[in-house]
């Protein structure tokens, strides 16, 4: 399987880590439009640097398009024209209409697609999700999501477009927190109403580093998001999630091996199998997800494995757009003070 790379920063780095897993993958062809980043890249990893993004797309079966977000529709449409497969970073677009229509042209191409919405394989919130799906603890009443970060224009990111609104749409909101957008559009199901509200202290203009952002369900359950981005290059990403339902609840303290812990009514302990109070982790979080529905951690091995069978790639671009659709709205009806 001959794999390509547009863009090789920091996020094209964890996933060319995650190929190493992927048997009868090769990364043969990578371009970045710094030079001295793609040589890097393809030292660590393989591949020959090539002068253009269209000559990663000739010389591959499937191509990671890791550019900065604005780049991201006109890759997809090249690599998708040449009937080849396609893994596209989150988020898809900078806007909801970009995302619909990379989304079309996909599937009007007929290959197979994936985006990076990477915590749709976390064993934590599988765990969690499953749970509070299954109705033992009566019906989902709120959420309190939190999500925070250093600016990523420095540290570990060693790149400055997500302070660029050309580039990267906006701030934290879309840039980062559409992960947790779409973490929620999947516990909670349909959501029918949505508010915001953003700030910024770094002055960058036209890209937030705070937001908060609620949403209503059908089923009547609300939620809301604070996502936020500091100055504390210490604190890498965090996320604490609060489910509190009818009989129970659950909160979330590591976004991908736990813990999860819990407190139980009687009666939903019962009906769920569980200690009134307990907590899961690590090896323990991810036999247990696993179990639930049989999926891996390692994404990038089953794009691959999805390529190689023809077969639909998860999480597909069409998944990714209802966290496009929300964060879209919640820009549109944001109070917004710099």
């Not at 890249?41 to 900065?68: K, L």
Request: charged fraction near 20%; glycine fraction near 8%; aromatic fraction near 8%.
């Amino acid at each position: 399987m001959r794999v390509g790379f547009i863009g090789t920063g920091l996020i094209a780095r964890f996933h060319a880590r995650n190929l190493a897993d992927a048997e009868g993958a090769a990364i043969v062809a990578v371009h970045d439009l710094d030079q001295a980043r793609a040589q890097a890249f393809a030292s660590d990893f393989g591949g020959v640097v090539v002068s253009s993004a269209d000559e990663v797309i000739d010389q591959v079966d499937a191509v990671y398009v890791c550019t900065w977000t604005s780049d991201h529709p006109q890759y997809v449409r090249s690599a998708a024209e040449a009937g080849k497969a396609i893994f596209c970073e989150k988020p898809l677009a900078t806007t909801h209409a970009e995302a619909v229509s990379m989304t079309e042209a996909v599937e009007a191409a007929g290959v197979v697609h994936q985006v990076g919405l990477v915590l749709r394989r976390s064993p934590s919130f599988r765990f969690l999700i499953h749970q509070v799906q299954q109705g033992h603890c009566g019906p989902i009443m709120n959420v309190v999501f939190r999500d925070d970060q250093y600016l990523p224009t420095q540290g570990m990111y060693q790149s400055t477009w997500r302070g660029d609104p050309d580039k990267a749409g906006a701030g934290t909101l879309i840039e980062h927190s559409i992960h947790d957008l779409d973490l929620l559009a999947w516990m909670l199901g349909p959501i029918h109403s949505v508010g915001a509200h953003t700030a910024h202290v770094h002055g960058l203009d036209g890209i937030e580093d705070q937001a908060l952002a609620w949403l209503v369900a059908e089923s009547g359950a609300s939620a809301s998001l604070t996502s936020i981005w500091h100055n504390v290059l210490s604190r890498p990403s965090q996320r604490r999630v609060e489910v509190f339902c009818q009989h129970g609840v659950w909160v979330l303290e590591g976004d991908w091996n736990g813990p999860v812990r819990w407190e139980l009514a009687a009666e939903a302990a019962d009906a769920v199998g569980l200690n009134q109070t307990g907590a899961i982790e690590g090896p323990e979080l991810v036999a247990a997800s696993t179990a639930i529905d049989g999926l891996g951690t390692n994404g990038d091995v089953a794009f691959i494995e999805a390529v190689r069978s023809a077969s639909p790639a998860y999480p597909d671009f069409r998944v990714a757009l209802e966290a496009h659709r929300l964060c879209d709205l919640a820009y549109t009806y944001a109070g917004s003070v710099d």
